[in-house]
């Protein structure tokens, strides 16, 4: 038995089958962890999202930013994105089935040293604290009036997490950092304009989310993709795992028993 974390689908099937071939995955034996963002952007985003719902427990996916996206444009919050890839789910006969199987995903998941979360935890949080948090969210986007949830989870602000954060400031900065997040200021506060690569060209005194001083998460290690810039980057507290595939570089897996790292490359969609 071996559990594999991959790194953000965004629709693109072909490299999942060929990944899961290198691995020779057997879902009677083996657990994928999927990082979020399964759909949009790539050719393939209703496949993706019916095999992973399909493996049942064999499988475990937390939320990304895309996967949101697609439940604002199925209730008509978002307009669809001009490379949008959605519709193909949205026409779905079993729509409804697929986007409520979405909307219960959590937005991390923790097994004992383990945790992954799409995009990061913020500076400020402890896992156990993270988690808390997390819950909070996932019940506003599984009760009854999640639309509500919907229209008022996105937004800059606030940048900066404080206890007494309430209402939607208090759910914003969670969605954020757990789906949005990639750079932070020494302070910890959210920096969400940049998407590029750490370093020099990074806007002054920019840092990774994982790298602010006195993070107090490291006692974890935390499995996250959508800074595709970034690419494969494994440390011991950190494994960044999108490598591009939508943009045509590669798909990525490492298995969590023994940190072995398997990558297939990815065509580059038409119009990607």
């Not at 496949?47 to 719902?53: S, T």
């Not at 913020?122 to 509500?148: C, M, N, T």
């Not at 940048?159 to 789906?179: E, F, Q, Y």
Request: proline letters at 7%.
């Amino acid at each position: 038995m071996a559990t594999y974390a991959i790194g953000d689908l965004q629709g693109c099937f072909a490299p999942l089958e060929a990944l899961l071939d290198v691995i020779a995955f057997d879902r009677a034996r083996d657990r994928l962890w999927f990082v979020g963002d399964l759909v949009n952007r790539g050719p393939d985003s209703a496949r993706c999202l019916r095999f992973v719902k399909d493996l049942g427990d064999a499988a475990v996916t937390i939320l990304g930013n895309h996967d949101l996206h697609l439940l604002c444009v199925a209730e008509g919050v978002h307009a669809p994105g001009r490379r949008d890839t959605l519709q193909e789910i949205l026409s779905d006969p079993a729509r409804d089935e697929l986007l409520a199987w979405m909307r219960n995903r959590p937005l991390i998941h923790v097994e004992g040293p383990h945790v992954l979360v799409h995009a990061g935890v913020l500076p400020a949080w402890s896992i156990a604290q993270a988690q808390a948090l997390a819950g909070e969210v996932q019940a506003r986007l599984r009760a009854p009036g999640y639309r509500d949830f919907l229209e008022n989870m996105f937004g800059d602000e606030p940048k900066a997490w404080r206890d007494d954060l309430a209402g939607w400031d208090r759910v914003r900065i969670v969605v954020n950092a757990m789906t949005r997040m990639r750079m932070c200021d020494p302070t910890g506060a959210i920096a969400l304009g940049y998407k590029g690569e750490p370093g020099e060209d990074a806007p002054p005194g920019l840092v990774p989310w994982f790298d602010v001083p006195g993070r107090r998460s490291r006692d974890a290690t935390i499995f996250f993709g959508h800074w595709s810039a970034l690419g494969l980057h494994v440390r011991d507290d950190v494994v960044g795992l999108d490598s591009g595939c939508v943009w045509g570089r590669s798909l990525s897996a490492i298995r969590l028993e023994d940190r072995a790292v398997f990558e297939v490359p990815c065509p580059r969609p038409a119009g990607g």
